[in-house]
C-alpha cells in the first residue's frame, strides 16, 4: 500500500471506533473509497493483511449501513465492492443511517414516556418534553434539508456561513444586541 493511503486506511480505522464501527470495517471503507475500481473481498483482504471472515463480517456491516454497492464484473462470478462516487450522496446515507439508528429510537422513547403522563417529577417530565421538541424540530429540519437537490443543498450551506459571519458583524456593530458569552 502506498504511504499516502496507508496513512487514511489507518486513519480510518481509529476513527471508525470514535464513530461506532469496528475499526476494521472503517479500513475497508477507506481502502474501497480510495480505489479506482471495484474490489473483491480477496484484494481487501490481501491489502488490510486481515483474515477472509473479518473481510466478509465488514463487507456485511457496511452494506447494512448502505455505504458501499455490490457490483459484478462480466465473466467473474465474484461480488465486487465499490463505494459511491458522489459524496454528497455518502454523506447523506451517513446522517440519514445514523438518525434511523440513534435519533428515532431517542424520539419514540421520548413521546413513549410524555404518553404516559404525569409521573410526579414535574422537572424531569419538562425536561423530557424540552428535549423530544429539540429533537423533533432538528428531524424536520434534517427532513427538508434531504429533500433538497445537492446543489441546492451547497448552495445554502455557503449562504448560511457568509449569514453567521454577517450576524456576528452586525452584532459587534449593534450595542444592543446581546450574545451570549
Known amino acids: 500500500m502506498a504511504p ?14 470514535r464513530w461506532g464501527i469496528n475499526r476494521t ?3 475497508i471503507y477507506a481502502v474501497l473509497f480510495l480505489s479506482k475500481t471495484p474490489l473483491n473481498a480477496e484484494e481487501i483482504t490481501t491489502a488490510l493483511g486481515i483474515s477472509r471472515s473479518n473481510t466478509s ?9 448502505n455505504l ?23 454523506v447523506r446515507t451517513l446522517v440519514a443511517e445514523r438518525k434511523k439508528r440513534e435519533i428515532d429510537p431517542t424520539l419514540t422513547k421520548l413521546r413513549e414516556l410524555e ?11 419538562a425536561r423530557i418534553a424540552e428535549l423530544r421538541e429539540l429533537i423533533e424540530m432538528m428531524s424536520t429540519f434534517y427532513e427538508d434539508m434531504n429533500r ?11 449562504l448560511g456561513a457568509k449569514l453567521g459571519g454577517l450576524v456576528e ?4 456593530l449593534n450595542p444592543f444586541t446581546r450574545t451570549k458569552g
Request: proline share 4%; hydrophobic share 35%.
Open 4 to 17: 499516502l493511503l496507508q496513512e487514511f486506511v489507518l486513519h480510518f480505522g481509529e476513527m471508525g471506533s
Open 57 to 65: 463480517m465488514g463487507l456485511k456491516e457496511l452494506q447494512a449501513w
Open 68 to 90: 458501499v454497492r455490490l457490483r459484478h464484473l462480466p465473466d467473474d462470478r465474484r461480488d465486487y465492492f465499490t463505494t459511491p462516487d458522489d459524496l454528497w450522496e455518502i
Open 115 to 125: 404518553m404516559q403522563g404525569a409521573q410526579g417529577d414535574p422537572y424531569a417530565e
Open 148 to 158: 433538497l437537490e445537492t446543489e441546492r443543498l451547497v448552495q445554502l450551506m455557503t
Open 25 to 27: 470495517v472503517g479500513q
Open 169 to 172: 458583524k452586525t452584532s459587534r
